[in-house]
Structures are given as structure tokens and as C-alpha cells.
């Protein structure tokens, strides 16, 4: 999280002025194909990110964000920790840009199920579908 960086994203004048637009940011990552995600979402032609290049907090929808950090400890309970130096989840990417037009702004996907979850699911649905057919 850079204090003060500058957003890359067009329109955007998140830390342009020293007191009132502060929020916090983020560096590009490190992997090319993410680190391309991330320049193609942001919509700016001709930019090339490098090491101080950040996009601001304002850009990532909140799941995306990680404010906290959780630990199972040996009894099984769990410890929550504030964090003081908020984080992106490693599948993060800039969707919201209030200063573009509105169709490079979405909201991503709900995190999918894992495949068990999706199996029951499925098991489910054909199990209604066959109940379904056997009473008609």
C-alpha cells in the first residue's frame, strides 16, 4: 500500500492533493498475466506499469479487499486481527471507475462454489427434477 501514490487510473485524482483525496493504494502484482488484467481493466491507453505504478481503493469492489486477519487456533476458536495496512485477495482487479463511462465498470462475480458444493447442488436439482416427474 503506497501512502500518497498517485492513481494511474484516468480521471482519478485519488492523492493528487496532500490532505483531501487521500486513499489508500495498491502496486500492480507481480505476475504478468494479473499484472494485465489489471492494466487492461484500468483503460488507459499506451500505459506501461512499473514498480511505483498503484491503483486506489476506490477501484476495487469491497470483497476484494482484506481488512482483517483470521487465524483458527488449536481449540478450534477463532482470532480476528484489525489489520493496519489493508490488502488486495490475490484475484483482485480494479472493476469500479465512477469517472469513465459506466459500461468499464462492473461488479465481478460472487466467488464460486468449490466442486463439491457444485456436485450437491446438481445432485439437488436433478433429484427435484425426477421427484418432479414421477408425481405429474
Not at 484516468?10 to 492533493?17: A, H, R, V
Not at 480476528?80 to 472493476?95: E, F, G, L
Request: with cysteine.
Amino acid at each position: 500500500m503506497g501512502k500518497g501514490r498517485k492513481c494511474c487510473v484516468p480521471g482519478c485524482n485519488s492523492n493528487y492533493n496532500n490532505t483531501e483525496n487521500y486513499a489508500s493504494s495498491f502496486t500492480f502484482p507481480k505476475y504478468a498475466t494479473r499484472k494485465n488484467q489489471w492494466v487492461k481493466s484500468i483503460n488507459r491507453a499506451d500505459f506501461i506499469s512499473n514498480s511505483t505504478a498503484v491503483v486506489c481503493i476506490k477501484h476495487f469492489s469491497s470483497q476484494f479487499i482484506i481488512k482483517e486477519d483470521r487465524v483458527v487456533r488449536y481449540d478450534g476458536s477463532e482470532l480476528v486481527v484489525p489489520r493496519k495496512i489493508w490488502k488486495v485477495t490475490n484475484d483482485a482487479y480494479p472493476s469500479i471507475f465512477s469517472n469513465q463511462p459506466s459500461y468499464l465498470s462492473h461488479e465481478p462475480s460472487t466467488s464460486r462454489k468449490s466442486p463439491s458444493e457444485r456436485i450437491t447442488a446438481l445432485k439437488l436439482r436433478d433429484e427435484q427434477k425426477f421427484s418432479r416427474m414421477v408425481h405429474e
